[in-house]
């Protein structure tokens, strides 16, 4: 294997704006909510903080995405997100009302669809024939890992502060704080990114393939129903909090592992062959899982599951850099349809697991996934020539 394939300046470039985005976002993501509630919020407006955030960031996605493709930048928009959000994590400092939070929020999801689709692509268009889904998956993976030095990060902060006597609010803003230090970070990162090199092929009248899109919002709400299995492992199983932040963890490695693994397959077979190999696992160990009639079998499922959920990224995001000349607006249009599986998927799973007992509060996963199945049908129905990137 030609490593410097996958680590070459550019890319690794990529990777660490993936990390310090989502190391800085990840911050202070998991006090926002607890945040609004000491300024007032209710339980719908809490919600409504992430509503908001991915609507925002949905419709900004497919503006970028199909701009992408009539001017050719990208970096622009990927420098511009930057700074915003970067500004954004220095004004949470002075919020003291729901409505200024809730417009930050809403902000924050107009510079995350400026940014994402734009650095998927040019990983896409800076990664080698041949090594295009293990970059993607590289690029995934180092999001992750921010996010996981996030939580570490959070927990130093938070002890500190409280340590030296600081109230549960100014805790908070001192997150706010260092979060916009490391995006600042992140944003000076970005000035150095090289421009991205652009595919030069003849412009194509086929359209689409609208299956991916499909299934790209399925797999958005099952992703989104994290937290509704959070609340079941604890509810159902008695499981403690720190034993769901140690299974998380564990989740975490595995799914990294998971997704490179079927990137590198992706690579080597093709991309539409590899989705089969994430599709079917999904769809079948959703509908088994409120059949797991004892934890151990739970765990297997669910990681199996999340594994195929957390696969299906990258190697959506090779496909459709791959189908269509149009790249902006096919990688604007999936993000867009991730994000708004993510608004409906856990208004799914919540009204199921306040309606059905037992076993069955967890069969959001199982009704969710039941749209994959109309996905398949339409992905069978046309072929397409590109298949190995």
């Known amino acids: 294997m ?54 925002a960031r949905a419709i900004t996605a497919y503006i970028i995405g199909k701009n992408i493709d009539r001017s050719g930048k990208r970096k622009i928009y990927v420098k511009i997100g930057f700074f915003c959000v970067f500004i954004i994590a220095f004004t949470y400092f002075f919020v003291n009302s729901y409505c200024g939070l809730l417009f930050l929020r809403f902000c924050q999801g107009v510079c995350s669809g400026l940014m994402w689709p734009a650095t998927q692509i040019m990983v896409a268009e800076e990664a080698e024939k041949g090594y295009k889904t293990r970059a993607l998956s590289l690029y995934q993976i180092f999001g992750r890992i921010g996010a996981l030095l996030s939580r570490v990060i959070l927990s130093l902060v938070l002890l500190i502060t409280a340590n030296i006597g600081l109230e549960e609010l100014s805790s908070f803003r001192v997150v706010f704080l260092v979060g916009g230090v490391i995006l600042f970070i992140g944003f000076i990162e970005v000035l150095f990114v090289p421009e991205s090199k652009k595919f030069e092929t003849k412009k194509k009248k086929s359209k689409p393939r609208y299956s991916i899109f499909l299934l790209s919002f399925v797999f958005g709400a099952l992703l989104a129903l994290a937290p509704i299995s959070f609340i079941y492992l604890n509810e159902h199983y008695n499981i403690t909090l720190l034993g769901i932040a140690i299974l998380l963890f564990c989740l975490d490695i595995i799914t990294m592992l998971a997704m490179y693994g079927s990137s590198h ?125």
Do not use: Q
């Not at 410097?4 to 300046?9: F, Q, T, V």
């Not at 990840?26 to 809490?46: C, D, K, M, N, Y």
């Open 2 to 55: 030609r490593r410097h394939s996958l680590l070459k300046k550019p890319l690794l470039m990529l990777y660490a704006i993936a990390g310090a985005g989502m190391l800085g976002h990840g911050l202070f993501r998991p006090i926002l909510p607890i945040f609004a509630r000491r300024v007032g919020a209710t339980g719908l407006e809490v919600g409504l903080l992430t509503s908001g955030f991915m609507l």
């Open 265 to 389: 397959l992706a690579d080597l077979i093709g991309v539409k062959k590899s989705l089969w190999i994430v599709i079917i696992p999904c769809l079948l160990t959703a509908l088994c899982l409120p059949f797991a009639s004892f934890f151990i079998l739970f765990v297997i499922l669910y990681f199996i599951m999340r594994m195929s959920i957390s696969s299906f990224i990258p190697i959506s995001r090779a496909y459709a850099t791959s189908i269509n000349t149009e790249v902006g607006s096919n990688i604007g249009t999936l993000n867009m349809m991730t994000n708004l599986g993510s608004v409906v998927g856990p208004i799914i799973g919540g009204l199921i697991y306040d309606t059905f007992p037992g076993v069955f509060k967890i069969a959001g996963y199982s009704f969710v996934a039941l749209l994959l199945i109309p996905g398949i049908f339409l992905f069978l129905k046309k072929t397409d020539r590109i298949d190995k990137v």
